[in-house]
């Protein structure tokens, strides 16, 4: 098969990564938010059955980190260690299962690094040439003329002037791969996703491209260039390596065969503003390289606040400090819920308001799902002494739930597949709704004052309790902490966790005879005031 093609990998594995984070800054909202997709993506995957590498990790070389740790009196490594520590504690409150952090300063990664531009060098995708230009110092990246003309000769990122600058560097050959990167846009349509994303790409490709210097020499702080240390690699193209480095792609020890098998990754997460590297830089590397592509670079959108883009000086970023408040009042997995189902996971921005984080908590969770499981739960233990019934099989016309919960699964599982993860909490919360409706048509309180009327009683809350327990099984990955506690509840015990997919979401009678116990999953919570930075 081409290398230049899309292959998707092992049926029974999957890879998915963040961007490595730069330790320049400090873990915010945009961190958050990006982790936490691929991580309610990552759990989705086991929970049908596929072995997962999940990847994160820190981009820790280049002019800004050094620049700041002069500016502190440190070592570029000090502050490199110091910030990375905080990305890895910040992993540990979210509670997230990343299978690596990668480092761009370990030396699995550096050793790789050269190993891989060496292998393009060989091969004359790089040579050694001279650049003069524009260069933006906030992305780190080198701007044409034209597009330099074009945003007024500022960043189109942080607005900030543009820098003339002139260099000799070692550049790599992307212009050679033009046509290999538009034939393999037209023979992936989703390749990049969102559709805006992918135009975005397509808008600037026929633009032609000019190849990109890949070394600097204005600073010393990276991963040298092999036999030539006067030179040191580009930091965007050192950082996007680490997708293969991770595995081992730098130097194919035996040690690291197995994860070699994970690649390609099905997924690459990140914001919008670094897709350019991701959809056509990158690509081009691994042609080069005669590496298989991703699945799909996924470029999502940013957050704003209240209405406004996010700043320090207006009072409402969403800063690590911040989101711990959130945490501390709502709990940890309505962070996750809030992060998916109202983030910025298509061509939009998303606007994180206060009242609306309170109004999804209280709405899907506490109201939905605290209120089914709830409900459900406690008239099993008023009336079957917390014993769930056997389904007598009684009829209710116009309710077939078998056939319900199964379109729900799914759907679900259509849309994680695609990344669709806003679908898939969409498909599972809808198994609750279709648990009340159910009740408030089937009004089993009612029913059980009447003896006669036993056989529909048990009926009715056997099912319930049965969409309840295959809506948890949906809901788990986002809701991990909560649905573990239903599971409880339910007398799930931690052996269910282990049988395939689709035994756990088909319908059944696994339920039958466990007693359960009356849960209260999400309080009740009185609009709190949590403070922004400013």
């Known amino acids: 098969m081409s290398p230049d093609s899309k292959q998707t990998g092992s049926d029974d594995r999957a890879y998915i990564t963040t ?8 873990p915010h909202i945009g961190h958050a938010y990006t982790t936490t997709l691929c991580d309610v993506w990552a759990r989705a995957m086991r929970a049908v059955g596929k072995d997962v590498f999940f990847l994160t990790g820190t981009d ?52 790789q690094v050269q190993n891989l531009v060496r292998r393009l060098r060989d091969t004359d995708a790089v040579y050694l040439g001279e650049f003069e230009g524009w260069y933006d110092e906030g992305q780190e990246e080198y701007v044409t003329e034209n597009r330099a003309r074009e945003t007024d000769y500022k960043s189109p990122i942080s607005g900030r002037p543009l820098v003339k600058a002139t260099e000799k560097n070692y550049y790599f050959r992307l212009s050679a791969f033009q046509d290999r990167l538009e034939t393999m846009f ?9 559709l805006a994303r992918r135009n975005e790409v397509l808008g600037r490709l026929r633009e032609g491209l000019q190849d990109v210097p890949i070394t600097r020499t204005n600073f010393s702080w990276g991963i040298p ?8 690699i580009y930091v965007w193209i050192d950082a996007l390596m680490n997708y293969a480095t991770a595995l081992g792609f730098g130097d194919d020890a035996p ?9 390609p990754a099905d997924f690459h997460v990140i914001g919008k503003e670094i ?10 590397i691994l042609m080069a390289l005669e590496l298989p592509m991703p699945r799909c670079v996924y470029a999502h959108s940013f957050w704003i606040s209240e209405g406004q883009k996010m700043s320090k000086s207006l009072g409402n970023f969403i800063d690590l400090p911040t989101i711990e408040g959130y945490m501390e009042t709502y709990g940890l997995d309505a962070w996750r819920w809030y992060m998916v189902v109202q983030g910025p996971l298509g061509a939009t921005d998303a606007d994180f308001q206060a009242a609306g984080f309170h109004e999804t908590y209280t709405t899907d969770l506490v109201n939905t799902v605290g209120n089914c499981a709830s409900r459900t739960t406690a008239m099993i233990s008023k009336y079957f002494d917390g014993v769930v019934p056997s389904d007598e099989g009684i009829t209710f016309d116009g309710w077939d739930f078998e056939a319900e919960i199964g379109a729900s699964v799914a759907r679900w599982r259509l ?31 009612k029913v059980a004052k009447d003896d006669s009327r036993r056989a529909e009683l048990a009926s009715i809350l056997a099912r319930c309790a049965e969409a309840l327990r295959v809506g948890s099984v949906l809901l788990a990955p986002v809701l991990p902490n909560k649905m573990a506690a239903l599971h409880e509840a339910l007398a799930l015990d931690a052996g269910a966790s282990e049988i395939s997919f689709d035994e756990s979401t088909g319908w059944s009678e696994i339920l039958a005879g466990r007693t359960v116990r009356k849960v209260a999953l999400f309080p009740r919570i009185d609009a709190p005031t949590i403070e922004t930075t400013s």
């Open 275 to 284: 897709l350019w590297f991701h959809a056509v830089i990158w690509p081009a």
């Open 186 to 194: 037209d023979s992936e349509p989703d390749f990049v996703r969102p």
């Open 225 to 232: 260039f092999p036999d030539d240390e006067s030179h040191v």
């Open 415 to 445: 849309a994680m597949d695609e990344f669709a993860l806003d679908a898939a909490c969409e498909s599972a919360i809808g198994i609750f709704r279709t648990i009340d409706a159910f009740i408030n048509a089937t009004e089993p309180f």
């Open 19 to 26: 961007p490595i984070y730069y330790v320049n800054d400090r």
């Open 60 to 111: 820790e070389h280049g002019v800004k980190v050094e620049k700041s740790a002069r500016e502190r009196g440190i070592e570029p490594q000090a502050l490199a260690d110091e910030n990375a520590a905080e990305f890895e504690r910040v992993l540990q409150i979210f509670g997230l299962t990343n299978d690596d952090f990668i480092r761009t300063t370990q030396d699995r990664h550096v050793r």
């Open 255 to 263: 040690e690291t065969e197995h994860l070699r098998t994970y690649w």
